[in-house]
């Protein structure tokens, strides 16, 4: 499942996104979102055209990557406050719920698995479902 942005959008969310990682909380695993590292890539293509769109390839799959990132960490900030705080829940449901839409039904069974969170009341889903 792909976003649709621009490319200048792209940028500039990854920028954020790199800075927050960075100076917050200094995730030693966050992504690597150099563009200069993406442009070096882009320029092995021959063609501009060839460039233009391996450019816009590298480029949503750094934004994937990095909406990936950043929803996992929020969630993973919630879910020792489960059943402890009184809107661990419903926060970590609305980061479920944006994890689908931006990102599809198997990065969200994927995010429930990986936290744990059948055992605490969520459920994987089938594309069929809904949230």
């Not at 060839?50 to 960490?73: G, Q, T, V």
Request: proline letters at 2%; one cysteine or more.
């Amino acid at each position: 499942m792909t976003t649709t942005m621009t490319m200048d959008e792209m940028e500039q969310e990854i920028y954020k996104m790199t800075i927050d990682y960075e100076t917050k909380k200094g995730y030693k695993n966050a992504p690597n979102n150099k563009i200069s590292n993406l442009i070096r890539e882009v320029w092995k293509k021959e063609t501009a055209e060839e460039r233009d769109s391996e450019f816009k390839r590298l480029m949503n799959e750094k934004y994937i990557e990095c909406l990936k990132f950043h929803y996992n960490r929020l969630i993973e900030e919630q879910v020792p406050y489960i059943d402890i705080k009184p809107y661990s829940h419903n926060i970590i449901s609305l980061y479920l719920q944006a994890i689908t839409e931006k990102l599809g039904y198997d990065e969200y069974n994927e995010t429930i698995e990986k936290f744990d969170l059948e055992e605490k009341g969520w459920r994987t889903l089938k594309k069929e479902e809904d949230v």
